[in-house]
């Protein structure tokens, strides 16, 4: 089971869902922290697509880890080889393979320990997990093809087939399996009852949906009496909650879609923002930069750009679910528009500044 067309078969499993975690990995990026040139072009249909994207990496990510395990256990004698190089080009191979190791496993920890919101490291999150991605499909890249003509000679299953090497890959199939739908019901509704050990329960929450940071978390447990939405732009003005409630108020059916794994459609009502924009004279390619009332924290202030904040979706919600937001969902007003990672959903909104 120590051969290589073992290595070959996991190979591919683990190749299949390390690409698709890379990629939709790359897409969360640039969609919560996006280039300037790429700003004003990404999309904001489908209006769930980052529910789909950001699901499937949390989905292969948690697939890569009984994989990678799987793949480690079947290489392990040749990691201890003895003696450690036997050419220059020998030990630069066994270089690559051990920065791909080193940083394969530290990707998937730190991945999985951010989808149960456990960051037990003086590091940032994001930027090693984006550095990290790089250096690992980097470090694949340069595997694969050194081992191009091994994987040639084994990519088919010899005759007669090995039956105790059959029996290993369906157990880690198997494996790979069952914590992937006992998992990707955090995102995918039709596996919800199934979610057995996913950390969150997307039905589960004030309101019928989980929260992320709790109002007491962020110091916002109790909105300001004074409460007033500030919009600056070229016409600035300032609404009380019962101005709000007199403009034209709309739905929306708008998914949270957290980075760290969960997601949940709510039905939303409030004010568009495109309508807020206009009244402040906004011109019509301005974004509008949202600041919430909380006093510090990575997501107090979320830039929009023109595009999702002039589509019809996009709200100032002042409702979820039929009823009005509570402190943990946002209260006294919150945004929620197509498309985007739940970290930009502000809560708690108390200024709108148009770019
Ligand atoms: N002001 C503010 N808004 C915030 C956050 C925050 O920390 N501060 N967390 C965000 C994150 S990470 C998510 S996933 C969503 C969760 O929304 P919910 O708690 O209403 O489900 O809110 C977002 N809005
Ligand atoms: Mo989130």
Known sequence: MHEPRTAVVLGRWLGAALLTCFLTGLLSHLLQQPPTWLRDHLPSRPVDGYRVSQGLHVVSGTAAIPLLGAKLWTVYPRLFE????????????????????????????????????????????RQTHFWLGWLATGGLLLHVAAKAPLIAAHWRRPRPGLAQR????TAVTTAAAAVTLTTAGQSVPWLRRLDLLAPRRPDLGPQGLPVNRTAAQAGTTTAPADWRLRVDGPRP?????????????????????CVEGWSASAHWSGVRITELLDLAGAPNGAGV???????????RVMDMPAHYARHPLTLLALRVNG?????DHGYPARIIAPNRPGVLQTKWVSRLEVL
Do not use: K
């Open 289 to 299: 930069r949202v600041t919430s009332l909380e006093a510090d924290g990575p997501y």
């Open 323 to 327: 009823q009005v937001l509570t402190p």
């Open 166 to 169: 059959r029996a290993f890959l």
């Open 82 to 125: 003895w003696p450690p190089a036997r050419s220059v080009a020998h030990a630069l191979e066994r270089l690559g393979i051990a920065v791909l190791v080193a940083s394969m496993l530290l990707e998937v920890f730190t991945g999985l320990l951010n989808t149960l919101q456990w960051y037990p490291w003086p590091f940032p999150f």
């Open 237 to 257: 003005l300032e609404l009380t909650m019962d101005q709000l409630l007199q403009l034209p108020q709309y739905n929306s059916e708008l998914p949270i879609s």
